[in-house]
């Protein structure tokens, strides 16, 4: 995938613990970024509204909006932009409502810095790299469903719906690589840029919803099948 350059990238901390936002403000321009932060979900979406970010990073026990809303916000604008969790609320509840919203990754406190600075540098890798693929092809049909990487919007027919950003993202890597058996492995550590020592069911539950999207049967797959002990492959229509 397309490397990004750290000194190119402008982040928004939306974080209301000031010792630790002047912490993690310190720390992120150390690294080459640049950083403005917000103090709370209100003053979040009005530089949301004002200036362009290249990632959001983003707490949830906020004044005014709480994180939650603040990402449903800017899901409702921006479908691609990556949206980093950063929060004391790691119960799976608010991780699955976190995902369910359109964030791209949820990280609990408290953490290591050098986890986030991991995972904020693949985040922005795999921005790029869709970013760059969407370029030369927006759109693209799978089965009977017309694919709109740019808004996320799919349409089948008279049936319309979105994609969350994560699932764009694996659906494209999947055409990328048509024909091809991707492993779990794989698929975690390109797409989610995480350890495939975690648990693979995030893969198989993904592979799920896009069965459940764009197979005309998706107990009966023909588009997405398994590979019994390897993994995965992508049959184009």
Same mark, same amino acid.
């Given at each position: 995938?397309?490397?990004?350059?750290?000194? $190119?990238?402008? &982040?928004? /901390?939306? +974080?209301? *613990?000031?010792?630790?936002? !002047?912490? #993690?403000?310190?720390? @992120?321009?150390?690294?080459?970024?640049?950083?403005?932060?917000?103090?709370?979900? $209100?003053?979040? &979406?009005? /530089?949301? +509204?004002? *200036?362009?970010?290249?990632? !959001?990073? #983003?707490?949830?026990? @906020?004044?005014?909006?709480?994180?939650?809303?603040?990402?449903?916000?800017?899901?409702?604008?921006?479908?691609?932009?990556?949206?980093?969790?950063?929060?004391?609320?790691?119960?799976?509840?608010?991780?699955?409502?976190?995902?369910?919203?359109?964030?791209?990754?949820?990280?609990?406190?408290?953490?290591?810095?050098?986890?986030?600075?991991?995972?904020?540098?693949?985040?922005?890798?795999?921005?790029?790299?869709?970013?760059?693929?969407?370029?030369?092809?927006?759109?693209?049909?799978?089965?009977?469903?017309?694919?709109?990487?740019?808004?996320?919007?799919?349409?089948?027919?008279?049936?319309?719906?979105?994609?969350?950003?994560?699932?764009?993202?694996?659906?494209?890597?999947?055409?990328?690589?048509?024909?091809?058996?991707?492993?779990?492995?794989?698929?975690?550590?390109?797409?989610?840029?995480?350890?495939?020592?975690?648990?693979?069911?995030?893969?198989?539950?993904?592979?799920?919803?896009?069965?459940?999207?764009?197979?005309?049967?998706?107990?009966?797959?023909?588009?997405?099948?398994?590979?019994?002990?390897?993994?995965?492959?992508?049959?184009?229509?």
């Amino acid at each position: 995938m397309k490397s990004i350059s750290p000194q $190119k990238s402008k &982040l928004l /901390l939306v +974080e209301d *613990e000031e010792p630790l936002a !002047i912490g #993690l403000e310190y720390n @992120l321009t150390a690294e080459g970024y640049q950083v403005v932060w917000a103090k709370d979900g $209100k003053n979040a &979406l009005e /530089l949301f +509204e004002k *200036e362009t970010f290249d990632l !959001i990073i #983003l707490d949830i026990m @906020l004044p005014f909006l709480d994180g939650f809303q603040v990402a449903l916000h800017i899901r409702a604008v921006s479908p691609q932009i990556p949206i980093l969790v950063l929060s004391a609320r790691g119960a799976i509840e608010d991780r699955t409502r976190g995902f369910e919203l359109g964030v791209d990754d949820y990280l609990s406190k408290p953490f290591h810095l050098q986890e986030l600075l991991l995972r904020i540098a693949g985040m922005l890798r795999r921005k790029a790299w869709y970013s760059a693929i969407i370029e030369k092809q927006p759109s693209q049909t799978v089965g009977k469903t017309i694919v709109n990487f740019e808004t996320l919007e799919c349409m089948a027919g008279k049936k319309q719906f979105r994609l969350t950003p994560h699932e764009a993202m694996i659906l494209r890597y999947f055409i990328e690589n048509s024909g091809r058996i991707l492993s779990r492995k794989e698929l975690l550590e390109n797409v989610w840029n995480i350890s495939s020592d975690v648990d693979t069911r995030t893969v198989d539950n993904f592979i799920v919803r896009l069965r459940r999207y764009f197979e005309a049967d998706p107990q009966q797959p023909v588009l997405f099948t398994s590979v019994r002990g390897a993994g995965y492959l992508y049959n184009p229509s």
